[in-house]
């Protein structure tokens, strides 16, 4: 069929089809695109052109066009739902939810542009706003299930947790085995700490769908909040055998692999989840501490300076890489640097810190001209054994805790650093 996208079907079509790509980018089999007949008007020209772009992945040229297509055809809704689809999928979620609203502006009855509007503006952090967007739509769709375990998730985002729990079992009402509003009530029991509730929905969730691999990942970070992390390394190694790209396993795995120094099992899996996307402080810095246990200290100091680039607040990573550059590398005058900038910049530090006795040390070698590993006193062992490790944290910072969660946008896991956690 060689399309126009001028029909309201083949409107339909293309968005959908687009919507399943944004989804599933990795698959193999592609749809092909139908060829533009001779007499195409540039605004579908231009639509195309967006199309042939998200099928290569290339999301940011893929809202270009879609945009141009607007500001040819203003009355091209289909390309302002893939125009959506592709800023969301390029990483721009404020202006994607722009652009989800004004679809769902269009028709507030709409269900699929109420979810994507609902998702994105939870992504944003606006889940008050969510809400109102899906209990708006839910008037002339109330007994649709979708909507109502979005409408769980977004209260939940509220901490609206009775509400919340009260959407999520109107699904489960109807339909038993509705394995989403099951984990959704799951994420919801979790968050109220009860526990024992949160794992036996998701056992109840993977008997019915043993191929789910975010419910492993969820059982794994119920047990590393019990203290459990043999339990936990078990489930995200269940998970990755479902999907070994999963970004949370493979980033909880590093973690846990860094309580117990196997340091360079830490550093592959970190990688792994940073190359899957979870590009965040407590990622990027756990790379940098897994360097630093294999004694690769000046990658271990590049990569605490990016997690330290990430959240400049984090100002446990300056007396990290201070203690690294003298201990690890023998390098004074980079540890005076970053330990000078930890006492300037760390919240209520203490009198007798260790860091000023440091300073002063540094700056007597430097002034006498001589400084040497000999005369630094020894570094505290650096290898206590931790559960996690977190955003600001070291190995040599026994105190430090990374919070780990379900994904509350997804019902998948994610972790969150200490300064974020919600529970």
Known sequence: ??????????????????????????????PKLAELEPTATPSEKAFHAGLEAAQGNDWQVAARHFEETLKLDPSAEHARLNWGIALERSGDLKAASGAYREVWNANKTSVEAALNLARSLVSVGEPTEATAVLKETLKSASENAILLNALAGSLRQERKFKEAASAARQVILRDQKNVAAIKTLALIYADENKLQLAENS??????????????????????????????????????????EKNAVALANIGFISLGFRDYGRAAKT???ALSAGMVNCTTVAALGYAFEGLQRGKEAVAQLSKAYELCPKSSKLLYSMGNICMFQLRDNGCALKYFEQFSRTAMGLVKNHPVHQMIQSLKDMQATDEAGPEVMPDEPSSETPQEEIGEGASASQPDSSVAAHGDESTAQGALESPEKADS
Do not use: H, W
Request: proline fraction near 3%.
């Open 1 to 30: 069929m060689k399309n126009r996208y001028l029909t309201n079907g083949s409107r339909i079509m293309v968005a959908l089809m687009v919507a399943a790509l944004a989804a599933c980018a990795a698959q193999q089999d592609k």
């Open 202 to 243: 998701y056992r109840y969730a993977q008997r019915l769908d043993p191929k789910d691999a975010s419910v492993r990942v969820n059982l794994g970070l119920l047990a590393v909040r019990r203290g459990e992390p043999q339990v936990a390394l078990m489930e995200f190694e269940e998970a990755l055998k479902l999907d």
């Open 270 to 272: 970190v990688e792994g």
